[in-house]
């Protein structure tokens, strides 16, 4: 009897378990695909409707049959984070089109090997910083390549630097594991030179709360995606902040927040949160 409930248990924990790069790929391959496409049949056939969490833009539910997947983007940069752990991803990309720019950051959450829940950062001109000329061309030039086994650092460690940096907006106290040189894309704008001395400890606000943070981590490239909302007055707004960790400390950050439904007085954007 024990022997059997022992069994029944390894064989439930395989069954959870049981998520693996290759698939994740696969399915940001064909979450790609779609957004190239237009066509979203593929990519919802691989939706997992028994534990269905919901199809989300900018956090509000939305409907994928008339969503941004259904409008045929040329994709000019992409890359993407895989958890195994969590059976989750995260794929940021790039729309290089003179007319009608885009920067997505997309977490797709999986349950029985297939996905659950679409959560999608949509930023476009008006935007926080937004400035696609920015992006096209520094993050090409950063290195958020796999990083040697015995160099990585835990899940823990990666998830504490994400958390000290998002805490420090409502925590002047907080210590933060500073990178040196740390460099932040913030929409689309570079802090930094490429100095050994660039410090991403510049320009952080006061009193936002960076709240309901959504975690998808990739120990072999040392990074993490936070999606979260982005404190303040107006409610708090659709936001991605992703790290990429190296030997415990910070070294790129890249954030994408949608505020271009924030009305503005004459104040500074910043003043508003
Ligand atoms: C889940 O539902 C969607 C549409 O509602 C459908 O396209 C898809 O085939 C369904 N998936 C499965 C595995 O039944
Ligand atoms: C995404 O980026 C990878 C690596 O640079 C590239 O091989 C692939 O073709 C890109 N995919 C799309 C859809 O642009
Ligand atoms: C956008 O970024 C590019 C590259 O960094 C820069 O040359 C340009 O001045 C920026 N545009 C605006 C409007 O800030
Ligand atoms: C930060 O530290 C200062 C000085 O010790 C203290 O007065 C303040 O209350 C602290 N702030 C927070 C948010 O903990
Ligand atoms: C970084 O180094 C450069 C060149 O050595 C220097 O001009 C600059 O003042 C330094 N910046 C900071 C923030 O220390």
């Known amino acids: 009897m024990f022997r059997l409930l022992l069994s029944t248990i390894a064989l439930a924990a395989t069954a959870v378990s049981h998520c693996t790069r290759p698939g994740l790929t696969e399915a940001v391959d064909e979450y790609l695909s779609a957004q190239q496409s237009g066509q979203v049949s593929a990519f919802k056939a691989r939706f997992d409707n028994s534990t269905w969490l919901g199809y989300f833009e900018n956090t509000k539910k939305a409907d994928v049959d008339t969503g941004i997947l259904t409008h045929p983007l040329v994709i000019s940069y992409n890359r993407s984070l895989y958890d195994t752990t969590a059976c989750a991803t995260f794929t940021e990309f790039y729309v290089n089109d003179l007319n009608a720019p885009y920067v997505i950051g997309t977490q797709l959450r999986f349950a029985n090997h297939r996905i659950n829940k679409v959560d999608t950062i949509i930023t476009k001109p008006g935007d926080w910083l937004f400035n696609i000329t920015g992006n096209m061309y520094y993050a090409p030039k950063e290195n958020w390549g796999t990083i040697p086994e015995e160099k990585r650092d835990s899940r823990d460690t990666i998830k504490k630097a994400a958390d000290a940096y998002c805490d420090l907006f409502n925590n002047p106290n907080i210590t933060v594991p500073w990178g040196a040189p740390c460099n932040r894309l913030e929409g689309g704008l570079y802090g930094g030179k490429g100095l050994p001395n660039d410090t991403c400890n510049a320009g952080v606000p006061s009193g936002i709360d960076m709240?309901?943070?959504?975690?998808?981590?990739?120990?072999?490239?040392?990074?993490?995606?936070?999606?979260?909302?982005?404190?303040?007055?107006?409610?708090?707004?659709?936001?991605?902040?992703?790290?990429?960790?190296?030997?415990?400390?910070?070294?790129?950050?890249?954030?994408?927040?949608?505020?271009?439904?924030?009305?503005?007085?004459?104040?500074?954007?910043?003043?508003?949160?």
């Open 211 to 273: 709240r309901n943070r959504r975690y998808v981590i990739d120990e072999t490239v040392g990074a993490v995606d936070v999606m979260l909302d982005f404190g303040g007055k107006s409610g708090g707004l659709p936001d991605s902040h992703e790290f990429r960790v190296e030997g415990g400390k910070i070294r790129y950050v890249h954030t994408m927040t949608d505020d271009a439904n924030v009305v503005r007085s004459c104040t500074s954007r910043r003043d508003e949160f």
